[in-house]
């Protein structure tokens, strides 16, 4: 039986392995393939933001202002799974794939993957540097602040993914966890550095009556 022109099969080097042991089929696909673009609108919901650092979460939880008016009833709905993207900032990585049901600005862009998709291993294959630079390529504008990513064009690029649903969600799982770790050292860290910090300037304010000595009336 051939094999599709865009399945990539497992190695010869490889060949004589067990299938424990060989690498899993990946497969080059459109990201059209995978995802179609959603418009449903609601302007009843939880609003969500989706930044480079943070990913999509609830717009509650910035510092910013998070009050659009009246135009609240042209947002869109999110449902979780969904993968959105800041249609004028992907080519920066503004891109995530969803853990809360809600809406969006119209700026984003929503997508709903079809029954091939982890979610959230595209979560993090969406940012990979090699698609931030395709991305930046295919948006159409004269400089990066006015580039917009139309999911047309979105939908046009090709990736490389494993052909296994499970794989995805190994891989994704494996990712998450590692950014759950990573955020947890991050707090443990800055704890530890501002009582450093505390217990130096108190030292220094015990020798002086200076400004160190002032610090160390308002530390108390």
């Known amino acids: ?8 099969t497992v190695p010869r080097a490889t060949a004589h392995l067990s299938q424990e042991y060989r690498t899993p089929a ?15 609108r609601a302007s009843d919901r939880e609003i969500l933001s989706v930044s480079v650092a943070n990913g999509i979460y609830p717009a509650s939880e910035s510092d910013r202002e998070t009050n659009p008016g009246a135009s609240l009833a042209n947002y869109k709905i999110v449902h979780f799974g969904d993968v959105v993207y800041n249609s004028m900032r992907m080519w920066q990585g ?6 809360y049901d809600g809406i969006v600005s119209p700026a984003y862009v929503v997508t709903r993957p079809n029954s091939e998709v982890y979610a959230r291993f595209f979560a993090r294959l969406l940012r990979q540097p090699m698609l931030l630079k395709q991305y930046q390529q295919v948006s159409q504008g ?17 990736i490389s993914m494993p052909a296994s649903e499970n794989e995805q969600r190994q891989i ?3 990712f998450d ?5 990573i955020t947890l050292h991050q ?6 550095a501002s009582w450093m910090l505390g217990v130096a300037l108190v030292r220094l304010g015990s020798e002086s009556d200076g400004a160190f000595g002032e610090m ?3 530390l108390r």
């Open 1 to 8: 039986m051939a094999v599709p022109a865009n399945q990539c």
């Open 177 to 181: 966890r590692l950014d759950s770790l």
């Open 94 to 99: 503004a891109v995530d794939a969803s853990r």
């Open 142 to 158: 004269n400089s990066k602040d006015t580039q917009v990513l139309k999911f047309d064009d979105f939908a046009s690029i090709g």
């Open 172 to 174: 994704g799982a494996f």
């Open 187 to 192: 707090r443990k860290y800055c704890g530890v």
């Open 26 to 40: 990946w497969e080059q696909r459109k990201l059209g393939e995978l995802f179609e673009e959603s418009d449903e």
């Open 216 to 218: 160390k009336h308002v």
